[in-house]
């Protein structure tokens, strides 16, 4: 069984930074992917930075510049460097890990930490 599980998340104050880390346990393919997402109450989770298995990397445009994605592979590991935060970076942030194998049929795994609480204010 894959287990993610966030850290780093806390309270900050604007123009300040913060670094996630999400570690993943289990059987993890060599092909995976892995990102971060973020939600807050009344809106849809969104897309925020990934990272696939040989380092290529795609942000979201609201954090492009200020985040960046890396991954530690020998670790399972997938980091988020924020930095200039603000307001509006508020959000429960959850890593991701997804994979597809076909073999006869196609095969997608994709799982989810329990996510971590990052809060700018001042």
């Known amino acids: 069984q894959v287990q993610l599980v966030e850290s780093g998340g806390g309270l900050v104050q604007p123009g300040g930074s913060l670094r996630l880390s999400c570690a993943a346990s289990?059987?993890?393919?060599?092909?995976?992917?892995m990102g971060w997402y973020r939600q807050t109450p009344g809106k849809q989770r969104e897309l925020v930075a990934t990272?696939?298995?040989?380092?290529?990397?795609h942000y979201a445009d609201s954090v492009k510049g200020r985040f960046t994605i890396s991954r530690d592979n020998a670790k399972n590991t997938v980091y988020l460097q924020m930095n200039s935060l603000n307001p509006s970076d508020t959000a429960v942030y959850y890593c991701n890990a997804k994979w597809t194998v076909i073999l006869i049929r196609r095969y997608d795994y994709d799982y989810w930490g329990q996510g971590t609480q990052v809060t700018v204010s001042s």
């Open positions: 289990g059987s993890i393919d060599s092909r995976v992917a």
């Open positions: 990272i696939n298995s040989v380092g290529v990397t």
